[in-house]
């Protein structure tokens, strides 16, 4: 309970709010939202709206993941931006990307290759932004 306890809870809900935000924009039609639909196989009908799972779920995910990577900065003593890019990019490609390409190929993905790519990307690229987000926070409280 003592790591919890060092956390910089503003921090974590900014994360999380970044998160959440960037990948729901990230898959929306005007960016990626069409081809990632394809990727899937999905065709969407005419009436289709999203309910709140869509919401939900992402939110949650995305509220671990930023505790996750708080913690992963304390545990590292990250204290410079430079040594968040690096932990991000290691966590953001080397885990988070990898995950989704691998989850990807699955026998319903049509395009599994083009799913992980967009998907993929974007947590890569969101880890990094949680990151500098959270080591800005934790470093203003210190």
Known sequence: MGMLSEI????????????CAFCGIWHRQF????????????????????TNI?????????FVTSVAISILLKLT??????????????AGFGFAMTIVFTTAV???????LVFGAI???????????CNADNLYNFKLNE
């Open 8 to 19: 910089n809870w503003l921090a974590v809900a900014v994360g999380t709010v970044v998160y």
């Open 31 to 50: 960016a990626f939202g069409k081809k990632w639909e394809e990727a899937m196989g999905f065709k969407r009908p005419d009436n289709w709206k999203e």
């Open 54 to 62: 869509y919401y939900v779920v992402p939110l949650i995910s995305c």
């Open 77 to 90: 003593n990250t204290n410079s931006f430079a040594e968040a890019l690096r932990i991000g990019l290691i």
């Open 106 to 112: 699955i026998p319903t993905m049509k395009k599994p």
């Open 119 to 129: 998907t993929g990307t974007a947590q890569a690229l969101v880890y990094n932004t």
